[in-house]
């Protein structure tokens, strides 16, 4: 199929194009990186103006990005150890700042076992990513668990998307969404640390 004269090009053929001309851009995975992290410190600001429909975009956003900076790398050969690090790192930063904002907006309103709910998610959220760090560094795969990233992710965007005022019908989902999170996060933590044991015992 021709248009203008010129042979049309097959989706394989687009893709190929936008990834070689990413490849040749200046644009590095540092730089999807931290753009993921300006994001979620938008939406931590937006969460603590009780702005959450605009806080769970933003966060939502912030969270591609952090899928998309991996991906980039590998696909774009630019990725660097320093790199590597720097992207798990922000992980945990952007996920716990977020968290962070929402537990000062229960404390605002004297909600404190949501608050606490939400202190246990951070601190299990981060054991999740602990515990296949240090699974991995005992040469042990530990991807297991329902409480991956992507899970959590999704559990907080539809926690804030349909938060009480944040424009989308009647709804006040967020405090179960972080009870939630929550309690999926200790059970994930669970679940690695008998699932290292059982291959470190064998």
């Known amino acids: 199929m021709r248009r ?9 053929e687009r893709r190929e194009l936008v990834r070689n001309r990413l490849i040749d851009s200046r644009l590095t995975p540092n730089a999807i990186s931290m753009t993921g992290l300006a994001l979620n410190v938008l939406a931590a600001v937006l969460v603590w103006e009780r702005l959450y ?8 956003v912030g969270s591609i990005m952090d899928t998309l900076d991996g991906r980039y790398s590998r696909m774009s050969g630019k990725g660097t150890p320093f790199g590597a690090f720097l992207d798990s790192t922000l992980d945990r930063i952007e996920e716990g700042i977020v968290l962070t904002a929402v537990a000062a907006d229960f404390a605002r309103e004297g909600r404190a076992g949501a608050a606490a709910a939400v202190v246990i998610a951070v601190l299990a959220s981060l054991m ?23 899970v959590r ?11 009480r005022g944040a424009s989308i019908g009647d709804f006040s989902l967020l405090a179960g969404a972080v009870y939630v999170l929550a309690a999926l996060s200790v059970i994930t ?14």
């Open 153 to 163: 992710v999704t559990i907080l965007s539809v926690g804030l998307i349909f938060a």
């Open 189 to 202: 933590v669970i679940q690695r640390i008998w699932h290292v044991r059982g291959v470190l015992s064998r």
């Open 4 to 12: 203008n004269g010129r042979p049309s090009l097959t989706a394989a």
């Open 128 to 150: 999740v990513s602990y515990t296949r760090a240090r699974a991995e560094a005992l040469g042990v795969e530990c991807k297991v668990g329902i409480a991956t990233r992507a």
């Open 53 to 60: 429909f605009l806080g769970g975009i933003a966060f939502i």
